[in-house]
């Protein structure tokens, strides 16, 4: 084994001088006062190398002695990782907790998963198959999954399956298969690996374009902006605009198999909030608490910040795993500046040439290498499976010409920025209509959406406008889009997270209350005045948030939509002929 002495002290950074090989990215432990401190090797210069320390650093001095692992930073893989709330470095938190009381001793790592719980192993390969990494060799029930067991992945050669347990219960270090590799060589496998986390998984067929929608049952998202399964998107993040509850509604009613949270450098806080929300929260699909389909990695501002980018890794590692078994994986990181700027302070400390705002030059290609970490794959079996990336940005005074978010904004499918003022004003979800975007097509076909977008804006001019000129001095015809704008925000935009109803709403439902919005936005009226087109569209509207909080296709739904149509009915002059051609090509569609 490599060893080394500490030669010099930067914050979390040290300088070593070793004696013998050594490997970037590679563990090394400093012993500090009887304690075994990991670190990260993050350069190689001649004999010497620069580690940064995963702990707090304090107490390490010259001539400490140091031991290099000869592997790279890695997360245990296997049966019982979901439910589990880890730190960066994947210590199980509450276990650590227990032990160290709240503030975690240095030094102390545990074992990632239950080494002595047994899992009911029910074998599919059969002595004589030829098998290579990533194909199942059995299952065990994990949750409401079935975990494959798999052929590790660094195995990429081609082996013969010589001996499989037969079914039974297995400690995940338990032998549960034999196989042999082309020259004779025997390799035991068990219900457990290791792999590097900087180091993608691809033991996949190919990689496809993601098109599938990402299912959120939030309107907002799924009609206006939406996010492929597989894809990526972008949500800035101010502080009270909604994030939190956002990403548990979309951990909640997303149509995606497993959440990976990784809650990453934000304030102990809310951290915490995270921490004691979401195992209260319960899952549409089970009745059951949604952790069951969780993982949680979580790094506070007050964890040594090389403790960060291990915990985005470690996120994204744990989420192919996942993949490799036919799942669809949604992973959302918050926050992604607080990464980059743990990026910068390490920079900062190797005194390399700084980029932009003193970060490092090569954050763009950091920050893209794990956005490409998404995406829809098929599996050598033909199934496929998905990761999807939600990451927030927190730019310091929302300010988003700033190397973190543009860096962002260049590899991500999607962008929901979440408006201060729309929070203020309590329009929620506070997704911002008219600076958000998506490169996804979603439930409706476009040709609908950007005919109500166009509105929106329009809508939105006049009501500038208005705040100029007065409502005397805006014309009826222009009042009319205003209230058109104002009516799509209230009845569609908005959604109540906290009504039974309206909190999820399934593609049907999407679809069917589109085409209702868009009868309503087609429609020519033959106001007398101004007064008459407000009190036209406040019924309506009433009438839609009744309806939108009615049981799908009950007694009291099916009543409103006639009282909609009847209403519409008692104004309406006419369609207007763009928008007619676009309905009729919807009610083909459906
Ligand atoms: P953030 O995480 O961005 O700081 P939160 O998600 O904690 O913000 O939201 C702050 C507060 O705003 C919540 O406590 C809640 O009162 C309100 N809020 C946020 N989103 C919604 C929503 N969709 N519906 C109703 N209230 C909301
Ligand atoms: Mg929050």
Redesign the pocket.
Known sequence: MTKGKVVGVNGNMVTVEVQGDVSMNEVAFVYTAGKKLKAEVIRIRGRRAELQIFEMSRGIGIGDEVEFSADLLSVRLGPGLLAQIYDGLQNPLPELAARCGFFLERGVYLSPLDEEKKWAFTPLAKPGDAVTAADTLGTVPEGIFSHHIMVPFHRRDSLKVVKIAPAGDYRIRDTIAELEDDKGQRVPVTMSFSWPVKRPVTCYRERLRPIEPMVTKIRMIDTFFPVARGGTYCIP?????????????ISRNAEIDIVIIAACGERAG?VV?TLKEFPKLSDPKTGRTLMERTIIICNTSSMPVAAREASVYTAVTLAEYYRQMGLHVLLLADSTSRWAQALREMSGRLEEIPGEEAFPAYLESVIAGFYERAGLVRLRDNRSGSITIGGTVSPAGGNFDEPVTQSTLKVVGAFHG?SRER?DA?K???IHPLESWSKYSGLIDAVGTEYARDILFRGNEVNQMMKVVGEEGTSLEDYELFLKGEFIDSVYLQ????DPVDAAVSTERQRHLFRLLFTVLISRFDFDGKETARVFFNQMRQKFLDYNGSAWQGEEFKRLEIEIMSLLETRKNGLEEKGLRILEKFTLAK
């Open positions: 993040g101010p502080f009270g605009a909604g994030k939190t509850v956002l990403q548990q509604a809310e909030e979440l929070s309590r929620y979800p506070a959604q109540d997270t906290f």
